[in-house]
């Protein structure tokens, strides 16, 4: 149990094109996601926390409108980088946190290689 | 915010040696996870330690909660170069967030 999914797994874009990016959790609700960024050699850095049903928190320094999250319904946000650019090339990880074990456990789905050329 | 300091921040050792990983944090955190991460893969968590002065083991791999739940540590026994990886501490504030320490990137040597 307790798994969460990311697509795309990689994905090459153009500068100035915009790319989504979905993270599902596959047999738990998820009130809660959070979306990291990560750079080779370095630890996860947070960028937002996804509420189902309301706005994102942005971390400081993180552009919500260059990162727009949606968290629709309880098992699926997107994160959607705008306008991309080469600096944006990341891998991007998201976790979810599982409603009903009421514990601070997040699962992290696999992670997306974003390279913006 | 790096609220959660670990050291080393990279650790090259041969096979069979031990050693320890540290996380430590000005912060008292309710629980602190530890996670490992292979490349271009999410981190996969290893364990959550909740209670001051908690001991948890798993196989070779050994976790202390601090006394005052502000630090942590990760003790692997006999390292196998399958343990290479990246080790993460990781632990929720009181606003929900949830952070990751600054990472310790181990590599054994067979």
């Known amino acids: 149990g307790a798994v969460v999914s990311q697509h795309p797994s990689r994905v090459i874009c153009k500068s100035g094109t915009s790319v989504k990016i979905e993270c599902r959790s596959l047999d738990f609700q998820a009130t809660t996601m959070f979306w990291y960024r990560q750079f080779p050699k370095q630890s996860l850095m947070l960028m937002a926390t996804?509420?189902?049903?309301?706005?994102?928190?942005?971390e400081q320094g993180v552009e919500k409108d260059k990162f727009l999250i949606n968290h629709a319904s309880l098992t699926l946000s997107t994160l959607t980088v705008t306008s991309a650019h080469p600096e944006d090339s990341s891998f991007y990880i998201c976790?979810?946190?599982?409603?009903?074990?009421?514990?601070?456990?997040?699962?992290f789905g696999p992670g997306t290689r974003l390279t913006v050329t | 915010t790096q609220l959660l300091e670990q050291s080393p921040q990279f650790l090259s050792i041969q096979e069979g040696e031990n050693l320890t990983v540290y996380c430590n944090s000005s912060?008292?955190?309710?629980?602190l996870q530890w996670y490992r991460q292979e490349p271009g893969e999410g981190p996969v968590l290893l364990v959550t330690v909740v209670t001051g002065g908690e001991v948890k083991k798993l196989k070779r791999l050994t976790f202390q909660f601090g006394d005052a739940r502000k630090d942590s540590s990760l003790h692997i026994t006999a390292a196998q170069p399958g343990d290479t990886g990246l080790y993460l501490c990781a632990g929720p504030n009181t606003g929900n967030q949830f952070y990751f320490g600054t990472g310790t990137s181990l590599t054994v040597i067979p």
């Open positions: 912060s008292v955190f309710s629980s």
């Open positions: 996804s509420n189902e049903g309301s706005k994102a928190t942005y």
């Open positions: 976790s979810a946190r599982d409603a009903r074990a009421g514990g601070d456990e997040q699962y």
